[in-house]
């Protein structure tokens, strides 16, 4: 078994400062605590406990999903009842992008999508969200790429087919 060189999984923490959905939320909370203290009724903590429910959503299906770097693969671990563990040979990662919006760097996440040749990825890019030092993670990521792809002496080749009219 090869050593992890990262474990991580995405950031409840990080989702609620950095993305609008985690803000909207915290306002909610926030919203139904005042008005119930306000002296509108206690009905309004209803708002509050929809806030806690989608926290306690998020951080579920956050704990479900872990993720580990290992000097020749991309292991992503999924499930808490029913789990699945899928393996992505480095060498064979085409692309690895990094996105964050104004709100995701001042909270310090990202969302860093991989593209492959693995049938892991046959339906589309894998996208980690909410991950924390995702800059890092990606170049890290990136170097051992790199790495793999020179100790196997693999080479990329896009095909492109274009019609002559």
Known sequence: MELALDTFRPSTLGWLRGTLAGWGTILLA????????A?????????????LLIILVKWVQNLASKYEVTPDRLIIRRGII???IDEIELYRIKDVRIDFTIINQLAGIGRITISSSDETTR??????????RARERRETLRQLVDTAR???????IDMVHEDIS
């Open 30 to 37: 926030l919203a139904g605590i005042g008005v119930t203290l």
């Open 39 to 51: 002296g509108y009724g206690i009905y309004w903590l209803g708002l509050a406990a929809v806030s």
């Open 82 to 84: 029913r789990k699945s």
């Open 123 to 132: 339906d589309g890019d894998l996208v980690l969200a909410d991950i924390e």
């Open 150 to 156: 020179q100790q196997r002496r693999v080479r990329e």
